[in-house]
């Protein structure tokens, strides 16, 4: 069980060291949340991007951040409307630590709108902020907020930016300080995901699936079936003899009493559903 700290201000040597390495280093912190070495010592993902996130994005972060969370990753983020909160959320349904970077202090939720959703990231990670209650809120404080994403996450995910997001911002950060930036690709016809693909272009990595965050942030998750098998009876023994390393359609008809014919339709079948693919020379794998 956490212990929860309602408001604590951090200075000097309690400011955590991976925020004290970074360029401009936050000179003092507030924060309120569960100890914070009980989110330090787990593997980090920032997840920052578009405020006017559309059905792609947030299909996106269901995706990869559920796979994330269940993974024991903590998730950073800044709390705002659209990818922002959708990644902190998808953390906390997915029983994972989450922390949100606020660009206001910690009495002055920002977005407003989100308070609530605050007060759970609170008991399940914490809330961190440069800002007193007493500082003015200033413009510039939401791009300098975006170097403590950057500097407290091991590895950054995009999953929906445009041109101009400000999610850019915290991907420069990122680069600055050596992290892994990662972008998903989107339809290049969509200005939602311009920024994405022009990051991509420019080096970030491209991720299409759960494994590429993994590897990213240097842990071996076994990758698990996505699919049960739903063919008949006959296709169900073919798919098993090639999912056990047979893979010589001639030695399985023979195995199975199979005519030629009905192994081609069954060989035929398993490929359009998308369970094997040939390796040439009737020799076939499993793909699931």
């Not at 609530?116 to 007193?132: D, F, Q, R, V």
Request: aromatic letters at 6%; proline letters at 4%; charged letters at 20%.
């Amino acid at each position: 069980m956490h212990s929860l700290v309602n408001r604590h201000k951090l200075n000097g040597q309690d400011i955590p060291e991976i925020l004290r390495q970074i360029e401009l280093p936050p000179k003092q912190l507030f924060y309120s949340g569960i100890d914070i070495d009980s989110w330090l010592k787990q593997p980090r993902l920032g997840v920052v991007g578009s405020r006017k996130m559309t059905s792609y994005g947030a299909d996106t972060v269901d995706k990869l951040v559920s796979a994330a969370a269940r993974a024991g990753v903590c998730i950073i983020s800044g709390l705002a409307y659209g990818v922002d909160a959708r990644a902190h959320q998808v953390a906390l349904d997915n029983g994972a630590l989450t922390v949100a970077v606020l660009p206001t202090g910690l009495e002055n939720i920002y977005p407003a709108g989100h308070r609530n959703l605050a007060e759970h990231i609170k008991a399940s990670g914490g809330l961190i902020s440069e800002y007193s209650p007493e500082d003015p809120v200033y413009k510039v404080n939401f791009t300098d907020r975006n170097r403590l994403i950057a500097g407290l996450s091991d590895a950054l995910l995009i999953p929906e930016a445009a041109v101009n997001s400000g999610s850019l911002h915290t991907a420069r950060y990122a680069l600055t300080q050596g992290k892994t930036v990662m972008a998903v690709p989107g339809n290049i016809t969509s200005a939602g995901s311009e920024g994405c693909n022009n990051l991509i272009k420019s080096g970030a990595i491209a991720v299409t699936e759960p494994g590429d965050i993994f590897l990213a942030l240097g842990l071996n998750i076994k990758r698990q079936s996505k699919r049960i098998f739903k063919g008949t009876a006959v296709e169900g023994r073919v798919y098993k003899q090639i999912e056990n390393g047979v893979s010589d359609q001639e030695a399985i008809a023979a195995g199975l009493s199979l005519g030629g014919a009905e192994m081609a339709a069954i060989l035929t079948s398993l490929e359009i559903n998308g369970y094997i693919k040939p390796l040439g020379s009737g020799h076939w794998t499993s793909q699931i």
